[in-house]
């Protein structure tokens, strides 16, 4: 009685059939674990930057006018850049020290050529003319994965200026009333955009008022 079995080019069918499935479904398998990747990077990123706009909103509602010690003009200590933003905050550069602090913002190249967002914080003297102690100061990553910041201001010259958009704040003896910042990814894509209205704040312990000449940065008591 003749065996019934399978032929060897029945076999040969089977195992391309069996490895051409198994590719395909590990191809999907790859493709859903890629998508499962790229959707939580994406989370992440939108966490962060969810955080970082609330800090920078927080950061802008205490900025302090504090004067430069500069007897020829009225100049605050605020600079708008279109790549980088300074100005002065209420609250103290750290945990142990009191007064102001000047505050940073930028993009700055990290090693492998990512780039950051970073904010800097220093604590001003009693005779600050610019915003050098920040070039000292360690900087803080906020947002990672940035390629560019993009500032822009609004506001007038004066009272009787119409106010307007710019990409770099001019009036020195004026701080500006709304302050936007674009975030740009190293595909020039947009991560980011958001708007924050800046409210001026009057720094604790200080007997004069936030505009007078003779308000000086609160020292920690020795």
């Given at each position: ?46 966490a ?27 100049k ?18 750290g ?8 505050v ?23 005779d ?5 102690p ?14 560019s ?33 674009v ?20 720094e ?9 000449r ?9």
């Amino acid at each position: 009685m003749a065996q019934k079995g399978f032929t060897l080019l029945e076999m040969v069918i089977a195992m391309v059939l069996l490895a051409a499935m198994l590719s395909m479904a590990w191809g999907g398998l790859s493709f859903a674990l890629k998508a499962w990747d790229i959707g939580e990077e994406k989370g992440h990123r939108t966490a962060d930057w969810r955080l970082t706009q609330n800090f920078l909103r927080r950061e802008l509602s205490e900025l302090f006018p504090m004067r430069f010690k500069d007897a020829t003009t009225l100049k605050f200590a605020f600079d708008g850049q279109p790549r980088r933003l300074r100005f002065v905050s209420s609250r103290p550069a750290g945990l142990a020290a009191g007064g102001l602090s000047l505050v940073g913002l930028e993009v700055e190249s990290a090693a492998g050529g990512e780039g950051r967002f970073i904010m800097r914080r220093a604590q001003p003297d009693d005779d600050a003319v610019d915003f050098a102690p920040l070039d000292k100061a360690e900087p803080t990553v906020l947002l990672k994965g940035v390629d560019s910041i993009e500032f822009s201001y609004f506001g007038g010259e004066n009272d009787l200026t119409e106010p307007k958009w710019t990409g770099e704040w001019t009036f020195p003896g004026r701080i500006p009333q709304l302050v936007r910042m674009v975030v740009k990814d190293r595909d020039g894509q947009v991560q980011g955009d958001f708007i924050a209205r800046t409210f001026l704040a009057e720094e604790a312990g200080c007997l004069e008022n936030a505009f007078q000449r003779g308000c000086r940065p609160r020292r920690p008591n020795p």
